[in-house]
C-alpha cells in the first residue's frame, strides 16, 4: 500500500479493493491530484455488510453506556487531531481553513458527544393495562445502515450519521462522496483508536454505482443519505423494494425575509452568513433574500461594500474568506446561472466573475456575485445553484412575501431578520420549512433537530430524534391474570 492510494475500511482493516481498480482524487484548491482512491467492488460491498452484520449482534447486546464511551473517546481523539482533520477537509473540498476547524470539525465533535451522551439513555415505554396486565416497548437497533454523503460537508456528514446509529446499537457501511474521500477514513481511524469493535464502521470508496450498491443491498435495513433532490428520489425508488428505512437530507432554494425593522448590518451579515460560507456550497443557504422595500437601497449599499471586501483565494491561508469551488465543471455550472440571472434581467451589484489565483490557476475560484431586482420566477430564483450567488428580491406586504416564500418544491431551511418578535414568531408558523432561523441563519448546534420539509427531506439530523430513525419500537404484551377465551 502506497501512502497516496487512500484505502477502503473494512473490518477494522485498510484494505484494497480487490478488483484493483482506482478513481482519482483532485484537489480543488488548485486542480491537481492529491491521491488516488481504491474503488470498491461488488465484492468489497458485500465484505463490508457481511462484516457490519457479524460485528452488529454483539454491539447491540453492548450497554449503551459503553457504546457511548466509545463515542465520547472517539470525540476526545477527534479534538486531538481537530487541526490536521480542518486541513484534510480544506484540501478534499477547497473550503478554507478560517472555516473547517469550526463548521466541520467541532460539529463532528459536537455530534459524538451529544449520541454518546444520550447512547445511555435510549429507552421504552411503559403502559398500564389495569392490574392483571401491562405492556412495555423497547426501542431496538435496525441493524446494518448504509451512510451516503454529499461532498461539502464530508466530516460532518459521515459523524452526524454514524454517530447516532453507532449510539443506537446499528453497524454502518459508510460511502463518502468520489469527490471528497478522505476524512471518512480519518474518521475509521478515530473510531478504531477509540475503541469500536471492527466491522461496525465500514467505509467503501466509489461513484453512484457503488451507492446504488449499498441502496440495494438486500442485508442493508436503512439508508441516511446526504444530497440533491434527483439523487434522493433513486434513493427512495431503490429502498422501497426492500422496504428498507430511508431518511433525506436533500436541496433546497431557502428564503430569508428582512423586514423593515431589522438591524441592517446583522441582516446584511446573516444575509452575507446565509450565501458565502464555504462558497455558498451549502444545503441550507438562503438564496432568496427578499429585502423590504422601504430599506433596500441602504441594504443592498451595504452588503455590496461588505461582499466586494471578501478575501477570495488559497484555502490554506488563514485570511482567505472565500476559497474554491469544488471543480471545474461545478464553477462552470455556478458560472452558468450567473449569465442566466443577466440574460433573465436581474441587476449584478457585484462579483460574479472568475478569479485566477497566482498559482493556483487551475482551481475554481470566484467572487461572490449579489443580484438585485430578481423576480420569484427567474432561474436563478428557482433553482439550486450551490455557489456564491444571492438573488435579493422586494416585497412590501407580509402576507405577500410569506406566499412567495413557499412557493418552492424545497422546504429546507428559512429566515427572518425583524426586531418585531410577535411577527417573528407569526410568520415562522407560517414558513413551510424543516429548519428556521430568527435573527441569524444557518446557525446547527448539536441538539435542535435539523432537516427539510417538502421535497427537502424525510427525518431530522443532529437531534435526540434522530435515534427514532436509527431504532425501531417492539412492544411487549404482559399478561398477569388468566387467558379469557370463548372457545
Ligand atoms: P448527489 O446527490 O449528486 O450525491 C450525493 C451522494 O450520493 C454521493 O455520495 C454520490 O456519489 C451518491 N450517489 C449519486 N447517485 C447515486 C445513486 N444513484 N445511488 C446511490 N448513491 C448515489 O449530491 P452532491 O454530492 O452533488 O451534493 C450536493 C447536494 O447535496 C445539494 O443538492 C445539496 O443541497 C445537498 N445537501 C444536502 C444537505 C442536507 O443536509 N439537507 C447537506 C449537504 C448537501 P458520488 O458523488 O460519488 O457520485
Redesign the pocket.
Known amino acids: 500500500m502506497t501512502d497516496t492510494l487512500l484505502p477502503l475500511y473494512i473490518n477494522g482493516q485498510k484494505i484494497h479493493s480487490n478488483s484493483g481498480e482506482t478513481f482519482t482524487n483532485f484537489r480543488p484548491l488548485d486542480g491537481g491530484v492529491e491521491c488516488e482512491v481504491s474503488l470498491a467492488s461488488k465484492e468489497d460491498v458485500d465484505q463490508a455488510v457481511r462484516a457490519a452484520q457479524s460485528a452488529f449482534e454483539t454491539w447491540a447486546g453492548t450497554p449503551g453506556m459503553e457504546r457511548g464511551r466509545i463515542l465520547l473517546r472517539a470525540a476526545e481523539i477527534m479534538r486531538r487531531r481537530r487541526q490536521e482533520l480542518a486541513m484534510i477537509e480544506v484540501i478534499d473540498t477547497g473550503k478554507p481553513i478560517s472555516e473547517t476547524p469550526y463548521a466541520d470539525v467541532d460539529s463532528a465533535i459536537d455530534a459524538l458527544e451529544f449520541f454518546g451522551g444520550l447512547a445511555m439513555d435510549i429507552r421504552g415505554d411503559y403502559h398500564d393495562l389495569g392490574s392483571s396486565a401491562m405492556a412495555y416497548s423497547i426501542r431496538e437497533p435496525l441493524g446494518v445502515c448504509a451512510g451516503?454523503?454529499?461532498?461539502?460537508?464530508p466530516l460532518q456528514?459521515a459523524t452526524w450519521k454514524s454517530a447516532p446509529a453507532l449510539a443506537a446499537g446499528n453497524a454502518m457501511v459508510f460511502?463518502?462522496?468520489?469527490?471528497t474521500p478522505m476524512n471518512a477514513i480519518s474518521l475509521a481511524e478515530i473510531y478504531e483508536e477509540a475503541g469500536l469493535p471492527a466491522g461496525l464502521f465500514n467505509v467503501v470508496h466509489?461513484?453512484?454505482e457503488t451507492?446504488?450498491l449499498l441502496?440495494q443491498h438486500p442485508e442493508i435495513d436503512k439508508v441516511t443519505?446526504?444530497?440533491?433532490?434527483?439523487?434522493?428520489k433513486?434513493?427512495l425508488q431503490?429502498s422501497s423494494e426492500t422496504v428498507k428505512h430511508s431518511t433525506l437530507?436533500?436541496?433546497?432554494k431557502s428564503p430569508l425575509i428582512i423586514f423593515d425593522d431589522a438591524d441592517l448590518d446583522n441582516a446584511v451579515s446573516g444575509a452575507m452568513n446565509a450565501n458565502f460560507y464555504s462558497m455558498g456550497e451549502v444545503?441550507?443557504n438562503g438564496t432568496r433574500v427578499f429585502i423590504h422595500d422601504s430599506i433596500k437601497g441602504e441594504f443592498l449599499k451595504r452588503l455590496a461594500k461588505r461582499t466586494e471586501n471578501l478575501v477570495v483565494g488559497d484555502p490554506r491561508e488563514v485570511e482567505t474568506q472565500v476559497g474554491a469551488l469544488i471543480n471545474e465543471d461545478h464553477g462552470q455550472k455556478v458560472m452558468g446561472y450567473v449569465e442566466k440571472g443577466l440574460e433573465e434581467g436581474a441587476t449584478l451589484v457585484c462579483g460574479g466573475k472568475r478569479i485566477s489565483v497566482e498559482g493556483l490557476e487551475r482551481g475554481f475560484y470566484m467572487s461572490p456575485a449579489v443580484f438585485s431586482d430578481c423576480t420569484d420566477d427567474m432561474t436563478i430564483c428557482r433553482e439550486?445553484i450551490?455557489g456564491p450567488v444571492m438573488s435579493v428580491l422586494s416585497f412590501s406586504d407580509e402576507a405577500d412575501v410569506i406566499e412567495r416564500a413557499n412557493s418552492t418544491d424545497f422546504g429546507?431551511a428559512a429566515g427572518l431578520f425583524t426586531k418585531d418578535l410577535a411577527r417573528a414568531h407569526r410568520v415562522v408558523k407560517k414558513l413551510k420549512a424543516g429548519s428556521c432561523w430568527i435573527n441569524n441563519y444557518n446557525l446547527t448546534p448539536a441538539g435542535v433537530p435539523?432537516?427539510?420539509s417538502k421535497q427537502?427531506?424525510i427525518g431530522r439530523?443532529n437531534c435526540a430524534r434522530t435515534l427514532d430513525h436509527f431504532t425501531q419500537v417492539k412492544s411487549v404484551y404482559v399478561e398477569m391474570g388468566a387467558v379469557e377465551c370463548d372457545y
Request: net charge negative.
Open positions: 451516503i454523503g454529499a461532498w461539502n460537508y456528514i460511502k463518502p462522496s468520489e469527490l466509489g461513484k453512484a451507492g446504488g441502496v443519505f446526504t444530497g440533491s433532490v434527483p439523487t434522493g433513486r434513493i431503490m437530507e436533500l436541496g433546497g444545503c441550507s439550486e450551490f429546507l435539523f432537516g427539510g427537502s427531506g439530523e
